[in-house]
C-alpha cells in the first residue's frame, strides 16, 4: 500500500512506522479497533526475530478475542 501522510491525519487510523530511507510510511494502525498494517517484511533480514513483535502482538490481540 502506499500512504500519503495527511490523509491520516483527520483519520481514525494512526502512523506507527516510517521509512528512516525515504520518510513513506510503513506502518498504520487503528486508533480504537485492533487493525494495523506494515509495509515491509517483518520476517526478513537482518534477523528473524527483530520484528517478532509485531507477531507476538498479533497472537495477542487473537487470544484477547
Do not use: C, W
Not at 502506499?2 to 487503528?30: C, F, R
Not at 506494515?38 to 520484528?51: I, M, N, W
Amino acid at each position: 500500500f502506499a500512504v500519503d501522510p495527511e490523509s491520516v491525519e483527520k483519520s481514525a487510523l494512526q502512523i506507527t512506522y516510517t521509512n528512516g530511507n525515504d520518510e513513506t510510511v510503513e506502518g498504520i494502525e487503528h486508533r480504537e479497533l485492533p487493525v494495523s498494517a506494515v509495509q515491509f517484511h517483518p520476517e526478513a533480514r537482518p534477523g528473524p526475530l527483530d520484528t517478532g513483535f509485531l507477531f507476538d502482538d498479533f497472537l495477542g490481540r487473537i487470544k484477547r478475542k
